[in-house]
């Protein structure tokens, strides 16, 4: 058992001192890796220098960690080259009081003073600054990125050495070394994220919904919300005002199809009319394609997505849904495919709440 180089209580002070740096290289590190851009970006904005140098320091994580884990290192080396010895001096007499031998003392002594060195370093020097830079990583990364930023900076030629011979090896091992801690998330990820912040009361049902809906909305087809033949009110050319008028009246839409044929077997498409267009005019007057406005053609399996943009790009509220044989099949109302994308979208000319037409 080494005896202390340095006056006991000299040593047990040093001790304390390393503990303490210990602490803060582990929370430095953990703090940069687990805290979010989003979360220091707008203080950065706001001027915060601290902000600045905390993302600064998130830009070059890689160096960030060799700092830290060159801080940790040397800091338990002489932690227990220093500490360890002092304690274990100033435990001897009291351990030799209990009439053992004075080999036996010189163990026992070794083998408390080690283990209090080993207790203290793994509670107050690893895994409590660890949980305090994960329970606030915001404060712990502003807190702690500037010195550790200083540190890196300081001993930046032995750090970028060390920091490259670490990527050499993860190289060779098929890794690519990374600079900066990834923030962005695939799809996956982001559900995953939303499947947790309903878990944990952090989002109520409609937000879940409407964050759900959206991330799901290109997955999902035209299917479901198409309006089959049999349960479509349409009109035809032939058709009059008067009758355009009745149809809206027993139904309480303002939409309705254009049909060539009263066929429901293989319709023609022609397009789309809406009531507010022919208000004023004579209620004998047909419609024929006065007012017929374009509807753009989908097929059935045309993802949500792509039908919205396209009914969009060529301001249609309806389209029409064609089969494998390009036989018509219904269609599909722009505002159905929003309210697969955020919900519930009322039509201010509806009499009430069933499906367009």
């Known amino acids: 058992m080494a005896e202390s180089v340095v006056p006991v209580q000299v040593a047990l002070w040093l001790g304390v001192a390393l503990l303490l740096f210990n602490a803060f290289f582990v929370g430095a590190e953990f703090a940069l890796i687990s805290v979010r851009r989003t979360k220091i970006e707008p203080l950065a904005r706001e001027g915060s220098g601290r902000a600045r140098t905390t993302l600064r320091a998130m830009g070059e994580v890689s160096l960030m960690m060799?700092?830290?884990?060159?801080?940790?290192?040397?800091?338990?080396?002489?932690?227990?080259?220093i500490a360890e010895p002092g304690?274990?001096?100033?435990?001897?007499?009291?351990?030799?009081?209990?009439?053992?031998?004075?080999?036996?003392?010189?163990?026992?002594?070794?083998?408390?003073?080690?283990s209090i060195v080993v207790l203290l370093h793994v509670v107050l020097g690893e895994m409590v600054p660890k949980n305090i830079a994960l329970a606030a990583p915001e404060r712990s990364s502003l807190t702690l990125g500037p010195p550790l930023m200083f540190v890196v900076t300081?001993?930046?030629?032995l750090i970028w050495v060390l920091n490259q011979i670490a990527n050499l090896s993860l190289r060779a091992m098929g890794v690519t070394p990374?600079?900066?801690?990834?923030?962005?998330?695939?799809?996956?990820?982001?559900r995953g994220i939303v499947e947790e912040s309903r878990e944990e009361g952090m989002l109520k049902n409609q937000s879940y919904e409407l964050l759900s809906g959206a991330l799901s909305f290109s997955d999902r087809t035209?299917?479901?919300?198409?309006?089959?033949?049999?349960?479509?009110?349409?009109v035809t050319p032939e058709s009059s005002v008067a009758d355009l008028e009745d149809l809206t009246a027993r139904t309480g839409y303002s939409r309705f199809p254009v049909f060539a044929e009263h066929d429901e077997a293989a319709p023609e498409v022609r397009g789309y009319v809406h009531i507010k267009d022919t208000l004023g005019?004579?209620?004998?007057?047909?419609?024929?394609?006065?007012?017929?406005?374009?509807?753009?053609?989908?097929?059935?399996?045309?993802?949500?997505r792509g039908a919205m943009q396209m009914m969009q790009a060529r301001r249609a509220h309806m389209a029409?849904?064609?089969?494998?044989?390009?036989?018509?099949?219904?269609?599909?109302a722009l505002e159905d495919v929003l309210e697969e994308l955020v919900g519930q979208v009322r039509d201010a000319t509806r009499a009430d709440d069933r499906s367009a037409s």
């Open 154 to 157: 300081v001993l930046r030629p």
């Open 222 to 234: 035209i299917e479901p919300v198409l309006l089959p033949l049999a349960e479509l009110a349409w």
């Open 178 to 190: 990374r600079d900066e801690v990834a923030s962005a998330y695939t799809p996956e990820e982001v």
């Open 320 to 332: 029409a849904v064609l089969g494998e044989d390009d036989e018509t099949l219904g269609v599909i």
């Open 66 to 81: 060799a700092g830290a884990q060159l801080g940790i290192t040397v800091c338990t080396v002489l932690l227990g080259a």
């Open 281 to 304: 005019e004579p209620r004998d007057t047909v419609i024929n394609n006065k007012w017929t406005r374009p509807m753009p053609i989908v097929r059935l399996d045309t993802p949500l």
């Open 87 to 114: 304690l274990a001096t100033l435990l001897g007499p009291l351990v030799a009081m209990t009439g053992l031998p004075a080999e036996a003392t010189g163990v026992i002594s070794f083998v408390i003073a080690i």
